[in-house]
């Protein structure tokens, strides 16, 4: 039962690098999310997904790109990494709709450092 | 728009100690409210929730009711743990027909000292 699954857990890039943080959940779930945490700030929406095949920006979209690929996965992608994107990036997804209130299930985070 | 304000931390207390830790809100309707709980280096996990006015959530200790009349859901736990450190995060529902995005407050670390 693994739920959200995010890979890597640790990072660390040079600025101007680039990766893919890559998220996975197991439970048929249609809403996805990123979020990137910072001390001080509480959890920022970065980008979410309704369902497949749809993407929104959320609060702090400006410097990443996100894939929905599938049901089961959803990718956040730095182009061209800054030091301000040195963060925690987790990844969550929840049931159907807000008619359900679901609950949001979280995976457990990506620590990424920009030199 | 919809908020959510947390008391500031960190919240230091001695093990057996009484916890409260204020959540207050601002949103149209009537949304379903929810603590989570964040333990070190893991992610976010639901604690408790409540659907409706007074409404009382709780779950390992753990209690808050939802009082439309104040617009709060203050967590309280009549003996904490060392094991309770962590930050806690409160969270409300969106209104009914949108995407489904919860406003989350911005935490509270818990510092429970044997």
């Known amino acids: 039962n693994a739920g959200v699954t995010q890979t890597p857990k640790f990072q660390v890039l040079k600025t101007g690098q680039s990766m893919t943080l890559q998220c996975a959940q197991d439970m048929n779930h249609n809403s996805m999310y990123w979020y990137r945490q910072d001390p001080g700030m509480g959890l920022r929406l970065i980008y979410y997904s309704a369902s497949e095949g749809t993407t929104d920006k959320g609060e702090v979209p400006n410097g990443y790109n996100v894939s929905r690929l599938n049901k089961r996965e959803f990718s956040l992608r730095l182009e061209s990494a800054a030091p301000s994107q040195t963060s925690v990036y987790f990844c969550?997804?929840?049931?159907?709709?807000?008619?359900?209130?679901?609950?949001?299930?979280f995976g457990s985070g990506t620590q990424l450092s920009v030199l | 728009g919809d908020s959510v304000t947390q008391m500031e931390g960190p919240v230091t207390l001695s093990e057996e100690a009484f916890l409260t830790i204020n959540c207050t809100y601002t949103a149209t309707g009537y949304p379903s409210l929810f603590w989570y709980v964040q333990y070190p280096g893991e992610g976010l996990q639901l604690l408790l929730k409540a659907t409706k006015a007074d409404d009382k959530g709780s779950n390992k200790g753990f209690e808050a009711t939802y009082r439309k009349e104040t617009t709060s859901f203050h967590l309280e736990k009549g003996s904490v743990q060392v094991s309770d450190s962590a930050v806690y995060f409160c969270?409300?529902?969106?209104?009914?027909?949108?995407?489904?995005?919860?406003?989350f407050g911005r935490g509270t670390s818990l510092i429970v000292h044997p």
């Open positions: 969550a997804s929840s049931g159907r709709s807000s008619a359900t209130n679901e609950k949001l299930f």
């Open positions: 969270a409300l529902s969106p209104p009914l027909g949108g995407s489904y995005i919860p406003t």
